[in-house]
């Protein structure tokens, strides 16, 4: 077997675009050799915080066209296993991100564009500056956790407070109010996508994501400050990333996520491979707010690696 594998080792070196070959086990545990080539590097989407996949339904078509795309619930999040993680901050972004090149070993990709929103983007980059080699070019869509927290001294005592409970918490508290409650407080889900889906669907999905144990969520709390600040802000460790790897960094003109970390980032690097990009009419969740301009800009930046 050792001579087949070296004698196609020698054969399949004579292909140019990029291949992924591995076996894959099939439910019996019989393992069948695969071959897949791809000839553009693939884009990986990971969402924010408490979200899933289904909150690209706007982008993946569009996105898929000219390479391919993977999207996957985070470790804690959506359909994705629940598991503990510690109260400790750093350790629980270690889980995520260990989680995320566990994925990509799995799944089998040499190397990805890698785009994440929020809490996504903020496991994104610190993905990217443990596993450089990985990462053609880094997307983040208002990106949480790059500032220095800087709260007014009354509102860190509120704050502390309420940071005895998991963010989502009530959401579970409500029970069968829950579909209702995220109805009341975050309507604009149900317009986001309103074209799509004449009922509740997408509040329903919210709901979904996050009425099950809560496991993803007490990893962002250990990882979180009083009021969702970041306890290791990124703008600490983003000279970390390799000044060869571009990143750009995408915004909603309208957003709560305050884009002048961005601009920060781009004098931390040096202005080295790095871009702010305003999109504008478009809050924290561009890729919902302004489908076609964000499907347009990313795909942009796609073909630019490939």
């Known amino acids: 077997m050792s001579l087949l594998k070296t004698t196609e080792s020698k054969i399949l070196a004579c292909i140019q675009n990029d291949l992924w070959a591995r076996f894959v086990t099939l439910p019996n545990q019989d393992r069948i050799w695969t071959l897949t080539l791809t000839n553009k590097t693939p884009l990986v989407m ?26 996957f619930d985070l470790l804690g999040f959506g359909r994705s296993s629940r598991p503990p993680f510690p109260s400790d901050s750093a350790k629980a972004e270690e889980q995520f991100v260990n989680s995320i090149e566990e994925w990509r070993q799995s799944v089998g990709l040499e190397n990805m564009i890698l785009l994440g929103h929020s809490l996504g983007g903020y496991l994104a980059t ?18 949480w956790g790059f500032p220095e927290p800087s709260p007014p001294r009354w509102v860190k005592v509120i704050a502390t407070v309420v940071s005895f409970f998991n963010p989502l918490a ?128 990313v795909e942009n930046i796609c073909n630019s690696v490939n």
């Not at 969402?47 to 066209?65: K, Q, S």
């Open 126 to 143: 610190s993905y990217a500056i443990q596993h450089p080699s990985r990462v053609s070019h880094l997307i983040l869509v208002d990106p």
């Open 170 to 297: 009530v959401i579970r508290a409500a029970g069968p109010w829950g579909p209702g409650l995220v109805n009341r407080f975050r309507p604009d889900f149900k317009r986001k996508f309103e074209d799509l889906f004449d009922d509740d669907t997408m509040t329903q999905y919210i709901y979904h994501c996050n009425a099950q144990t809560p496991s993803g969520e007490v990893g962002f709390r250990a990882m979180s400050e009083s009021l969702g600040w970041a306890k290791r802000p990124m703008l600490q460790r983003v000279h970390l990333l390799p000044p060869s790897m571009p990143l750009t960094m995408l915004y909603g003109k309208w957003s709560w996520v305050d884009n002048s970390s961005g601009y920060k980032v781009v004098q931390i690097r040096d202005q080295a491979h790095t871009r702010v990009l305003l999109i504008n009419e478009a809050s924290h969740h561009v890729y919902a707010d302004q489908p076609e301009e964000f499907n347009k800009v």
């Open 46 to 71: 990971v969402h924010g915080f408490g979200g899933g996949v289904g909150l690209w339904i706007r982008n993946l078509d569009a996105l898929c066209r000219s390479r391919p795309v993977y999207a």
